[in-house]
Nanobody, 122 residues
Framework: VQLQASGGGLVQAGGSLRLSCAASGRTFSNYGMGWFRQAPGKEREFVAT????????YYADSVKGRFTISRDNAKNTAYLQMNTLKPEDTAVYYC????????????????WGQGTLVTVSS
């Protein structure tokens, strides 16, 4: 699976962004999808994951209630809607695909997109 993340940019605190992850090459609905992020000087961390059909989702505590992960299997695309953004959300965001239904550990993910930068100003 080839993954292409997009939608990052500069936004003020309290604002919103929607990230997209377009997939190609294999049957998208066979893969659980995840979003991870890496802030400057920090390790990459889990953000959210969604199951093959979209029926199960899980979030990091830091984004729960503010971010929503979704997918459109007909469009081979996963999304991350980010609301009420905070400066601490500033990071490069990566989408990834796993043969598992959902997963929090990045070790389970086989395919990775190139990342898209989100910068939240205070």
């Amino acid at each position: 699976v080839q993954l292409q993340a997009s939608g990052g940019g500069l936004v003020q605190a309290g604002g919103s962004l929607r990230l997209s992850c377009a997939a190609s090459g294999r049957t998208f609905s066979n893969y659980g999808m995840g979003w991870f992020r890496q802030a400057p000087g920090k390790e990459r961390e889990f953000v959210a994951t969604i199951s093959w059909g979209g029926g199960s989702t899980y979030y990091a505590d830091s984004v729960k209630g503010r971010f929503t992960i979704s997918r459109d299997n007909a469009k081979n695309t996963a999304y991350l809607q980010m609301n009420t953004l905070k400066p601490e959300d500033t990071a490069v965001y990566y989408c990834a695909a796993t043969s598992a239904s959902t997963a929090r550990s990045e070790r389970v993910y086989v395919y990775w997109g190139q990342g898209t930068l989100v910068t939240v100003s205070s």
